[in-house]
């Protein structure tokens, strides 16, 4: 088994072969959204920023916050270049609202082209399928490459400290410390925020699937 299932060969050409490009983000499309959306706005999104969708695919989030944000300050990224492009194409009343400079294809979130002028980012439901060992340097990317950054929202799957293997969380997803889905200690994490120059505060909301979702804050 790969390390991630968006890691196997061929796994977007065959997708939006298929035309499963909503299916690729792990479904509950509309839920998933919204509650994206919320806790954005809940963490003081407005029209004027500037907001970077870490591992955005086919616009799940993108299609609802392209609309309610200024022209051109939505950013995606994602390792294909195509599935973003599949949502813009299909997702979008105003394809025009979001340029396809905009989406950048990024593999290893070294966030190439994205402007240091992003005041939000958010990666949901991205590092619950990677590798624990994934997460501290893309913060440390994301600390670096973006100097205005003020909120960056991120979600994880956690598990109490030392539990052996497999945890049911409270929507029934059940995670795994060694392979899809990963869930953490919060220990753990906090520790990868700490390394990479953020400060971390956990948040008390019920997310899709059981996500836990933190708050990482630039620290002075």
Same mark, same amino acid.
């Given at each position: 088994?790969?390390?991630?299932?968006?890691?196997?060969?061929?796994?977007?050409?065959?997708?939006?072969?298929?035309?499963r490009?909503?299916?690729?983000?792990?479904?509950?499309?509309?839920?998933?959204?919204?509650?994206?959306?919320?806790?954005?706005?809940?963490?003081?999104?407005?029209?004027?920023?500037?907001?970077?969708?870490?591992?955005?695919?086919?616009?799940?989030?993108?299609?609802?916050?392209v609309?309610?944000?200024?022209?051109?300050?939505?950013?995606?990224?994602?390792?294909?270049?195509?599935?973003?492009?599949?949502?813009?194409?299909?997702?979008l009343?105003?394809?025009?609202?979001? +340029?396809? $400079?905009?989406?950048?294809e @990024?593999?290893?979130?070294?966030? /190439? &082209?994205? #402007?240091?002028?992003?005041?939000? *980012?958010?990666?949901?439901?991205?590092?619950?399928?990677?590798?624990?060992?994934?997460?501290?340097?893309?913060?440390?990317?994301?600390?670096?490459?973006?100097?205005?950054?003020?909120?960056?929202?991120?979600?994880?799957?956690?598990?109490?400290?030392?539990? +052996?293997? $497999?945890?049911?969380?409270? @929507?029934?997803?059940?995670?795994? /410390? &060694?392979? #899809?889905?990963?869930?953490?200690? *919060?220990?753990?994490?906090?520790?990868?925020?700490?390394?990479?120059?953020?400060?971390?505060?956990?948040?008390?909301?019920?997310?899709?699937?059981?996500?836990?979702?933190?708050?990482?804050?630039?620290?002075?």
């Amino acid at each position: 088994m790969p390390a991630s299932p968006y890691l196997a060969p061929g796994f977007y050409d065959d997708a939006l072969a298929k035309g499963r490009h909503r299916d690729i983000v792990g479904g509950r499309w509309d839920e998933t959204g919204r509650a994206q959306m919320a806790i954005l706005r809940a963490a003081g999104l407005l029209p004027h920023h500037r907001l970077l969708d870490i591992g955005c695919g086919a616009l799940r989030l993108g299609h609802m916050a392209v609309p309610y944000l200024d022209p051109g300050h939505y950013w995606g990224t994602d390792a294909s270049l195509a599935l973003m492009r599949r949502g813009r194409d299909l997702e979008l009343a105003d394809a025009s609202r979001l +340029p396809l $400079a905009n989406l950048v294809e @990024d593999a290893d979130f070294s966030l /190439p &082209g994205v #402007p240091e002028t992003i005041d939000f *980012a958010i990666a949901f439901g991205v590092f619950t399928h990677l590798p624990a060992t994934m997460l501290r340097p893309a913060l440390a990317s994301v600390r670096a490459r973006l100097p205005r950054l003020d909120t960056m929202l991120l979600t994880v799957f956690l598990a109490p400290p030392g539990h +052996p293997g $497999a945890h049911r969380q409270p @929507d029934g997803v059940v995670t795994h /410390p &060694g392979r #899809p889905p990963y869930h953490r200690t *919060a220990t753990a994490v906090e520790a990868d925020a700490a390394a990479s120059g953020f400060t971390l505060s956990w948040q008390p909301v019920h997310l899709p699937r059981g996500q836990a979702l933190c708050h990482l804050k630039p620290a002075c």
